[in-house]
């Protein structure tokens, strides 16, 4: 009797407790991170859309940072850093993290940015905002920071009043890690003008199989396979024409 109760007691607590872990939810705040949060642009959820479904708010602040050494030198080179994951974040209070990007700093414009649903570019965290989270939007959250930092003219604005850039006005070099590989190349086929060079760390493909690698490896296995059926057939013939003993 006193395990039956044991058992219905240990289900009952059990299903309370995944319905609280499936309800709770967790807003960050700015003590859930290390650094200061920068400064961000407001974009859309979903870019070049009106219509982002039936959610509550369709735009998120996306934030941005800069390198310590950035001196907003315009004769400097302006490099936009993507980091892996997806999910990496670039912990701005880390010494480790300024010991990698040190080299990057000297001498150029340095950028880096949260991506959308990371760090504090944060969107809301029900489970119907996840579409929201492909690597085609993040390419539009560059696109959209291009715009911001490297302070492009806007319809009508003038560039002797405001000293904005004329289009166009492009990232000098965009530098990604693994994941974020596949989003610098996604931005450079969307807006090949917009991006000189790439610099592409622990590069990864989109698709499951590289397509050029793994048709020169069938094209080599083909190869080898035609060499050994050729060597079989003249050692064939070579024994047929020897003869018995």
């Not at 044991?6 to 059990?14: P, Q, S």
């Not at 290390?34 to 509550?56: H, K, M, Q, R, Y």
């Not at 990057?104 to 504090?120: C, E, H, Q, S």
């Not at 990232?171 to 693994?178: G, N, R």
Request: aromatic fraction near 12%; proline fraction near 5%; glycine fraction near 6%.
């Amino acid at each position: 009797m006193n395990n039956h109760r044991f058992k219905l007691f240990f289900i009952i607590y059990l299903t309370l407790a995944t319905l609280y872990g499936c309800t709770a939810t967790h807003t960050w705040e700015l003590k859930d991170m290390n650094s200061e949060a920068g400064p961000s642009i407001e974009t859309d959820l979903n870019p070049n859309s009106p219509f982002c479904g039936f959610v509550e708010n369709c735009k998120f602040d996306l934030h941005y940072f800069s390198g310590k050494a950035n001196l907003a030198d315009e004769d400097r080179p302006n490099v936009l850093f993507i980091p892996g994951g997806p999910g990496e974040i670039v912990d701005r209070a880390s010494e480790r993290s300024s010991a990698t990007f040190d080299p990057m700093k000297i001498g150029v414009n340095f950028f880096y940015f949260d991506v959308r649903g990371t760090g504090y570019s944060v969107i809301p965290e029900s489970n119907v905002y996840d579409q929201f989270l492909r690597a085609q939007y993040v390419v539009e959250d560059i696109e959209a920071l291009r715009k911001k930092v490297l302070h492009v003219c806007g319809e009508g604005e003038s560039r002797a009043v405001t000293k904005c850039e004329p289009e166009p006005a492009a990232w000098d070099a965009i530098y990604a890690h693994s994941w974020g590989t596949i989003v610098a190349q996604m931005y450079a086929w969307t807006y090949p003008k917009n991006v000189k060079k790439l610099i592409l760390s622990a590069p990864v493909s989109r698709t499951l199989k590289d397509t050029d690698t793994e048709l020169a490896r069938r094209r080599l296995r083909d190869a080898r396979r035609a060499a050994h059926r050729r060597e079989a057939r003249r050692t064939y013939r070579r024994r047929r024409s020897d003869g018995p003993g």
